[in-house]
């Protein structure tokens, strides 16, 4: 039983280290080699050396720990996981909860819905689409061209231009005006603003930040903040089924960890007494 938890520890740590030098190479290779890396990749490289490094120095003590039946780097890597896992627990209910408020509008006539940045959580509004950091969301999304090519909100037909049915979170606050603005797409770059009048909605400031510059569109607008709220919002549900997952596995690796840790230390126990009656009976003879 010793033998194949330390396997078991073994493979699994060499296969984390072998994700971790793949991470660190990423790193590098974003850093050193990427010709003209976007602003947004390059925002992507500390968190990736942060987890290689990291994912690394774990693999270590479990790899060093369990081949060389090192105990005492098996005990600090039973202490490593288990941080390990009470953060990702943490994380995990924090998603829950600062995931838990937001809901779109549903616009008449189309399937798709619009978003205001007051229906989400005050943590979100802070420390995602405040001016530091909405400057970098930004400027990824225009590296990204979610709004241009197959992202396009409009399409042409018979030379006129219509939008689309449905549209995703951000495309719906990013790509176009909101429609309380009352603009008409006119073709796949074009919006036509439309006269003063009681059908319009004056009150609204993305309305008067909205431009038809394929750079701008409305991503310095509201809409567009929540639009990026909702889209984290939903891939943040989702992945907290990813994080019950991921969860479990580390408790399994946890749990196959102890018992290495265990049956070293009863092996130990065992082969000590062995060892000392040996020297006893060599000691009797002259």
Not at 200 to 217: A, G, H, M
Request: net charge positive.
């Amino acid at each position: 039983m010793a033998r194949l938890s330390n396997i078991i520890i073994t493979t699994l740590n060499f296969l984390t280290t072998v994700l971790a030098l793949a991470a660190i190479g990423t790193y590098i290779y974003l850093h050193f080699f990427h010709s003209n890396p976007t602003h947004c990749q390059r925002a992507l490289e500390r968190p990736v050396l942060a987890v290689g490094m990291t994912l690394l120095a774990v693999s270590l003590l479990g790899l060093i720990g369990s081949g060389l039946r090192v105990k005492g780097l098996l005990w600090a890597y039973l202490a490593v996981l288990a941080i390990i896992i009470m953060g990702w627990l943490v994380f995990s209910v924090f998603v829950l909860v600062v995931t838990n408020k937001g809901a779109g509008r549903a616009v008449s006539g189309f399937g798709f819905r619009e978003y205001q940045v007051a229906d989400y959580s005050h943590w979100l509004q802070k420390h995602v689409v405040n001016g530091k950091n909405w400057v970098e969301i930004r400027s990824c999304l225009v590296d990204a061209n979610v709004c241009m090519g197959d992202n396009d909100v409009i399409y042409v037909k018979n030379g006129e231009g219509f939008l689309k049915d449905k549209l995703t979170p951000i495309q719906s606050g990013c790509c176009k005006p909101p429609t309380s603005c009352g603009f008409t797409p006119k073709n796949a770059t074009y919006w036509e603003a439309p006269k003063p009048g009681p059908t319009t909605d004056s009150s609204d400031s993305d309305c008067k930040t909205w431009s038809n510059n394929q750079k701008k569109l409305c991503y310095n607008c509201n809409s567009c903040k929540a639009g990026v709220l909702a889209n984290l919002r939903k891939e943040w549900r989702t992945f907290s089924i990813t994080n019950a997952v991921i969860l479990v596995l580390l408790l399994a690796i946890y749990m196959v960890a102890c018992c290495a840790v265990h049956n070293n230390h009863h092996r130990h126990d065992h082969s000590s007494p062995k060892l000392t009656r040996a020297v006893g009976v060599r000691s009797s003879f002259p």
